[in-house]
Nanobody
Framework: QVHVEESGGGLVQTGGSLRLSCEVS????????MGWFRQAPGKEREFVAR????????YTADSVEGRFTVSSDTAKNTEYLQMNSLRPEDAAVYYC?????????????WGQGTQVSVTS
């Protein structure tokens, strides 16, 4: 069974950095891509970044462009979200998803989220 798990969240001061990890496990199917969303209290879930592993094309939201970067270790089936110059408005629960499957069928799987808190 496909399992997606985020880690690396925590409390950081404004201007600080965190690196989130997202690992896919429990499957021999291929991972085609991974991405990140976030949700702050009282707000809708917001797109952060996505990474197509096949094309290595990465999209990031305007709100994090230049501060957040995405990378992957395909051998570990893991995606990373490096977050620099963090701001109070970046505080949220960060969710990772993975597109997993084979050449004919892929599905999206979500993790449970990891909390990022930023003190001013």
């Amino acid at each position: 069974q496909v399992h997606v798990e985020e880690s690396g969240g925590g409390l950081v001061q404004t201007g600080g950095s965190l690196r989130l990890s997202c690992e896919v496990s429990g499957t021999t199917l291929q991972t085609y891509g991974m991405g990140w969303f976030r949700q702050a209290p009282g707000k809708e879930r917001e797109f952060v970044a996505r990474h197509n592993w096949s094309s290595d094309i990465i999209y990031t939201a305007d709100s994090v462009e230049g501060r957040f970067t995405v990378s992957s270790d395909t051998a570990k089936n893991t995606e990373y979200l490096q977050m620099n110059s963090l701001r109070p408005e970046d505080a949220a629960v960060y969710y990772c998803y993975a597109i997993v499957g084979d050449s004919t069928t892929q599905r999206q799987y979500w993790g449970q989220g990891t909390q990022v808190s930023v003190t001013s």
